[in-house]
C-alpha cells in the first residue's frame, strides 16, 4: 500500500486524534533521512485538500460533510462563490467578512455555516487557502504621490493593490502595469504589492491585448531550448519514411478552413463506393512524428495545452517551424498523416473503419466561403473556380446532410449561437464588427470531424486501452429544475421524466427563429455541464454520444497529440502492460491540465472579444441602432444588435417611467404607463456609454415601440 493511502487510512479509524508532522513520521517509523520526502507527501496531500492541517498544526481528514474544497469565484463588491468538483451545480456563498484572505481563483477550503434555504445558496466560510492563483495582478496605476494603487483589469478581485513609495518602477498614472502580491488582503484592509512591469497606456498600439495576455498568464515566447528543437526539425520528408506508411499522395485530397488559416491540420478525401455507402477519408497532420515524448517542445505544448487565437494574433502551442510548417497540410507537398477510412451507409452509420500512418499531398487548399457558394448556388463563377474538386464536394455535401440527420435522430443538441467577426485596422483599433455565417462548408467539415472523433473513441473503448475522451456530463438535476421554471414563463416545458439530450433537443427545435431564442438557449448552456477531458469513459451528452475525443486537431490541441501517440503503440502492437500502466498514472493529470488550459483560452479570447467591441462603440457615442431585448434583468434589459453587440440599457437611463421587473412573466413593466418589455421585442437604442476598461456598453432606448396594457 502506497504511504498516501497508509496515511488515509490511520486518519480514518475511529481512534485517531489528531498528529503533528514529527508524530506522523513516527508513526510510520519515516527515519530522518527520509522525512524531508515525507512532509512533501503531507504538503502534497493538504494543497490537494485530502488532509487538514490544523491552527496547532496537527493534521486530520478533511470532512466533506462540513468541508467543501474548490476554487473560488470573486465578485467585486467582495463577496464570492466556492465551486467544488465534488458538488458540481452547488456553489457555496462566501461573505465578503467570511474570505480570509482569499482572492478571485484561489483553491480554498470553506467551512458550511447555513445549509441551502429556498432560494438562496448554501452558506460558508472560508478557512484555509490551498493555492494562491494572483501571485501577480494586471491593472491600472493611479498614482497618489508618495504611493499608488492598482485597479486591476479583473473586476472579480474586488481590492485595489496598494504600492508603496519605491515600488512603483516608475509608473505613470493611467499606465497598465503587472503588479506582484507581498501581502494578501485583510478583512478591511487592501493587499499589497509591487510594480514588476510597465506594460504602457491602453492608447498605445498592442497594450490592451498585451494586458489580456498577462492577465490569464499566457505563455507568449518559446524558449531557447524549445526553438533550438524546433529549428533541428526537418522540413522535408524522409524516403524511408515514406516507404513505411501507407502512401496516399495519388489520392484527391484537400483541405478546407477560414482564408486567414495558416495551422492546416486536416484534409478530407471522399468516393462513393459501389454498394451505395460512401468511404470518407479524414488526414490529419502526423505531428507526433515530430514532437517525441519529453522533449522540450513536447513538455512545452502540454504547458500551452492549446493555442490561442486573439484576433490579431495567435499564441500557437507549437513554434511555426511546424505549426505553419512540416506539420501543416500545405497543398502540393508531401505531409505525413495519421488517416482514418471510414465506410458509412445511408443511415449515417459507420459500418467499417481502419486507421493508418500516411502521407498525403493535399491537391488544393480551399477556402469555406468558396465551398459554400458553390454548394449553396450562390455564386456562378464558383463552379469553375472549384472544378477540379466539385464533384467531390457535391458527394461530401450529401454525406453531411446523412451524418447531421443521423445525429438529429438520436437527440444531438445543435446551438447555433451567433459568432462575431470583429476587423481591426493596422494600429489594433476595430474598424468593424459584423455577424459571422455558420454556412455549409464549415457544416460539413465540423459533420466529418465530429464522426472522426466518435469512431477513435469507440475503437479504443472497446479495446480497453487508457485513452483520453472528450465528456460532457449529464446537466445537474437543480440546475434543470431552475431552467424548467424560467422557461415555464414562455410555455415551454422538458417533457422527460429521465434527462435525455432528445428532451432538449426538441425544446431548442420548439424556440428556433423565435423572439425568446437567444436568451433560452443561452439559459440552456449555462444549464449544461463543461465539456471536459477525461482518462474515464463517459457520455457525450450535448452530442449524444456514447463515446467522444479530440483527434483531429494535434497542431493545436494537446490531447490530440497524446491519442495519436496511443493509437500508433496501439496498431504497432507496442502497447504493453508497462505502457498501459504509465498512462494511466499521466492521462488524469494531461486531462486536469488541458481541461484548465483549454478554459483559460475561451475565457482570454472572450476578453479581447468584448474589449474590442467596447472600443468600437466608444467611437460611436450618440449614433442610433436597432435591435432586439436579449435579456431582462433586474436592473435593465440588454439590447443586441445585428452585429452581435450587446448592451445595457439601464433603468436609471429609462427615464419616461419607473420600471420594475416582472420576474414572473420574465418582462419589464412600466409603473405608471404600463410600458412592457419582453425578449425578443425590437428596439430602437441610442450609444450613449463605453466602459473599456469594464469592457461595458451602455444604451438608451429611443422612439421605443412597445406594448402598453390598458
Partial sequence: MAIREEIIKLMEGKKYKPLLKEELASRFNVGKGEQKEFFKILDAMEKEGVILKARNDRYGLVNPEFLVIGRLEGNEKGFGFVMSKDRPGEDIFIPADSMNTAMHGDKVIANLIKGRQAGRKQEGEIIRVLERANESVIGTY?????????????????????????????????????????????????????????????????????????????????????????????????????????????????????????????????????????????????????????????????????????????????????????????????????????????????????????????????????????????????????????????????????????????????????????????????????????????????????????????????????FLYRIHEEPNSERVEDFQKFIHNFGYSIKGKELHPKDFQILTQEIKGKREEPVISTLLLRTMQKAVYSAEPGMHFGLAAQYYSHFTSPIRRYPDLEIHRIIKDSIHGKMNEKKMNMLEGLLPEIADHTSMTERRAEEAEREVDDLKKAQHMAERIGEEYEGLVSSVTSFGLFVQLENTIEGLVHFSNMVDDFYFFDEDNYMIVGERTKTTYRLGDPVRIKVIGADIGKKNIDFQLINEEVDTEE
Fill in 142 to 466: 493611479e498614482d497618489s504621490g508618495n504611493f499608488g494603487f492598482v485597479i486591476p483589469d479583473n473586476h472579480k478581485i474586488a481590492y485595489d493593490i496598494f504600492i508603496p513609495k519605491g515600488k512603483t518602477m516608475k509608473a505613470k498614472d493611467g499606465q497598465k502595469v503587472v503588479v506582484g502580491i507581498e501581502k494578501w488582503p485583510e478583512f478591511r484592509r487592501n493587499p499589497e504589492g509591487s510594480i514588476i512591469e510597465v506594460l504602457g497606456y491602453l492608447t498605445d498600439k498592442g497594450t490592451d491585448i498585451l494586458s489580456i495576455i498577462r492577465q490569464f498568464k499566457l505563455p507568449e515566447e518559446f524558449s531557447d531550448e524549445v526553438r533550438a528543437e524546433a529549428i533541428k526539425v526537418p522540413s522535408t520528408i524522409d524516403k524511408d519514411e515514406i516507404r513505411r506508411r501507407k502512401d496516399l499522395r495519388s489520392l484527391k485530397t484537400f483541405t478546407i478552413d477560414g482564408a486567414d488559416a495558416k495551422d492546416l491540420d486536416d484534409a478530407v478525401s471522399i468516393a462513393k463506393l459501389d454498394n451505395g455507402k460512401y468511404r470518407l477519408g479524414v488526414h490529419i497532420a502526423d505531428v507526433s512524428h515530430y514532437v517525441r515524448p519529453a522533449s522540450q517542445l513536447d513538455k512545452e505544448a502540454l504547458n500551452r495545452g492549446n493555442s490561442v487565437y486573439l484576433l490579431d494574433r495567435v499564441i500557437p502551442m507549437l513554434p511555426h517551424e511546424l505549426s505553419n510548417g512540416i506539420c501543416s497540410l500545405n497543398p502540393n507537398v508531401d505531409r505525413l498523416t495519421m488517416t482514418v477510412f471510414m465506410d458509412i451507409d445511408k443511415n449515417g452509420k459507420v459500418v467499417y473503419h481502419e486507421i493508418h500512418e500516411s502521407v498525403i499531398n493535399s491537391k488544393a487548399r480551399l477556402v469555406y466561403d468558396d465551398v459554400s457558394d458553390l454548394l449553396e448556388g450562390t455564386d456562378e463563377k464558383a463552379a469553375e473556380k472549384l472544378s477540379l474538386v466539385s464533384d467531390e464536394l457535391f458527394i461530401m455535401k450529401e454525406l453531411m446532410d446523412i451524418l447531421r440527420k443521423h445525429r438529429d435522430k438520436r437527440g444531438s443538441i445543435d446551438f447555433d449561437f451567433p459568432e462575431s467577426y470583429i476587423e481591426l485596422d493596422e494600429n489594433g483599433r476595430p474598424v468593424d464588427v459584423r455577424k459571422l455565417e455558420r454556412r455549409v462548408a464549415n457544416r460539413l467539415i465540423e459533420e466529418f470531424m465530429l464522426v472522426t472523433n466518435e469512431t477513435v473513441a469507440e475503437r479504443f473503448f472497446w479495446e480497453e486501452i487508457p
